[in-house]
C-alpha cells in the first residue's frame, strides 16, 4: 500500500490523515517540554514514537489520550477536533507507562472494565475478556489481584485491558519495557497482529530502537520536545536526515572531515565521497559498523573508486560478541568499529595489524559539523 | 569462631540485644498506659459491681444489679440508642463536609498543600470550648445564621439547645480529625488510576463510583472510626450547644458522678461507652478485612 507524502511547508502530510497533530506547543510553567509538534497518522498504521529519556513522549501520548491539554494546537481524530473533548468521549486505549491497573479489581475486573464503561452485555464481556487474557497469556491469573503479580505480568494486563476496548487509537507507553526477551517479541508479534487485523491506529511509545524498527511502519524520532526525522524505518535507518538520528538509531561511526572544492572530504590524509554533497566546509561523517568491509591483505589505499571509499587503518583492540565480530581500528588518530559475523579465521587476527577499510558511497552520511 | 562474623549482616549479630533495646523503648509507654489508662478502667470495672447507698454512699460488693438494672431501663436504653444514633448522623456529616476537602488536598502539590493543611489543623489549635461558643454566637435564635435564613423568606428552625446545634457544632470540630484521617488512607489512590478509568471511558461520575471511592475506603472507614469515638465520648460541645436539653451517654455520666453522686452507676455507663467502642472496633477491622480481600 502505497501513500502519497506531499511537502507543506517542511510539513509531510499524508492524505487524509485518522489522527492528526498539528502545532502542538505543551508548556509546563515556563519550561517548553513539546514544541510545534505536527504529525499525521494513517488509519491502521502503526507508528513508534522515539527518543531518549525526557523527550517528550509520554506527554505527547498524553496530549493526544487527552489527560493534558496541549498549550497550543489541535488535536484531530478522523478529521474530528478533538483537542477539547474529555478523554472519556476519545475512544483511545492508554497503556500507561506504569500499567496503572485498578488495586482493587481482579485482573479480569480491570480488564473487563472499559467494556463494562461500554454497557455490553455480561456474556459478551465474559467472552472477551477470557480472549484477551489468553492472548497475553495470563487466563490462569483472571481471579489474582494485581499486587499479586509480576510486573511483566501486570504489563500484559494493562495491555489486554486496552486492546479489549478495540478503540479507534491505540497508545501503547513503551508497553513491552518489562518483559523478558522471549516474552517481548511474542507480545511484539501479538500487538502487531490484532492491530493489523482489527486496523487499530497505535501510537506505540518506545526507546528501544530495534522495536521501533521491527514492529512499526514508521517511525518518529524525538528530541528534547521537537520532531527530528519521521519516516519508515528504512528510511530512518539508511537515509537519516540529522546526526542525532544516525546515531540514536542503528550504530554509526563518527569522524569529522573537511570539505574540498571537487566534493570530495578529506579526513586526515585520506579523501573520500559521499552519496549527498556536503552542506558546509566542516562536516561529520557516519558509517555503520556492518557496512565497512575489512581488507587484510590490500596493499594500496589510494585507489579511490567511484562507489567505494578506502582507508588505511590498523587494527587496536577485538571485542568479541558471540555472533558478532567487532574490530575497533584507528584511522588516522580516530576510532572506527567495524563489525562483521563471526568465522573461524578471525582467530588469527591481532593487535597491530594492518588493513584497509572500505565502504560504499551509497552508505557514507554526511551532515554540518554544527547540525 | 572470629571469621565466621564477618558473613552475618549488620545488626543479626547479636539478636538478644535488639529485642533489649525494643523492650526498653517500649518500656515507658508501657509503663505511661498500664497507670494512666488500664488501672483506672480496671478500677472503673471493678465500680460497676459495687453497690449505689443513697446519698451518694458506695458499698463495697459485687453484684450485677447496676448493670441489669440499666439494661432493663427502657430510658438507657433509648440513650444508649440515641447516643449511638446522634453519634452515627454527625461522622456522616463530617464525612460528607470532610471527603470534597481531602480529595482536594490529596491531589494538591507544593506550597498550596502545605497551606490548605495547616488551614485544615489550625481549628486544633483553638479550643472546643471557644469554637463551641463561637457557633453559639451564630445559630442564636437571633444570630446571623437565623437573620439570613429570615432574610431569604423562611421561618428560621430552631439551631440552639437541640439535637441539631449539637450535630451541628460536633461536625465542624470533627472536621479537621475527619479530614486527616481520610488524607492518610488515600494512599492507594494513583491519580494515573483514575486517568485509566477516563480513557477506558469512564465518565467523572463513574470513575468516582467504581474506582476514587473504591480506593478511598481504607480511608474513610478510618475516618469514621476515629469520629465516632470522638463524637459519642465528647462532653463539652454537647453540654454546651443542648444546653441542658439533650440527653445522650456523656451528659448521663456526668449527672450521675456529679448530679446524683451515683458512682457505680456512672462507671456502669462508662464501661458500657468503653464495650461501645469496643464493638466499634470490631466493625472497622471487619470491614477494613473486606476491603482489602
Ligand atoms: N508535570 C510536569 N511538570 C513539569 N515538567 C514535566 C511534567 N511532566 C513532564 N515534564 C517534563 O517534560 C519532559 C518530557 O517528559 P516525558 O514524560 O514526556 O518524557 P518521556 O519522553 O516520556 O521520557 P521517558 O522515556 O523517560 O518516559 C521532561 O523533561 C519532564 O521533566
Ligand atoms: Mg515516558
Redesign the pocket.
Known sequence: MMHQTIKRDGVETIGNPHLSLEGINKK??L?E?ISNLNLEVRKGELIALL??????????LRMIAGLIAPSAGKIAVGGRDVTHIAPHGRDMGLVF?SYALFPHMTVAKNVAFGLEMRGLSRADIANKVAKALAMVQLGHLAERKPRELSGGQQQRVALARALVIEPSILLL??PLSNLDAKLRDEMRTQIRDIQQELGITTVF?T?DQVEALSMCDRIVV?KG?LIEQVGTPHEIYERPTTPFVASFVGRTNRVKGKRTGDGCIRIGSSMIRSARPAVQDDVMVMVRPHRIHVDWSAASTERQGETQNRMAAVLSRITFVGDVIQYHFDVGGTEFIVEESTKKSQASRRQGDEAVLSWSVEDTLVFGADQ | MTTATFDMPVGAQKPSSTAGIAVALLLPIALVNAIGFILPVFNLARMSFNEALPGGGIAEAFTAANWTGLLQDSFYIELILNSIMVSLGITFATLLASYPIALYLHRASGAWRTFLTVLVISPLLTSAVVRTYGWIALLAEQGPVANVIAAMGFQPPRMMFNTTGVVIGLTEILMPYMILSLMAGFGRLDPKVEEAARTLGATPFRTFWRVILPLTLPGIALGCLLCFVLAISSFITLKLMGGGRVFLLATEIYDQAIVTLNWPLAATLSMLVLIIFGAALAVYSRVLRMIEG
Open positions: 509546563y510553567g519550561v517540554v527518543g531518549p529519556s525526557g523527550c517528550g513522549k509520554t506527554t505527547t507507562q507507553d513503551e511509545v526507546h524525538m520536545g
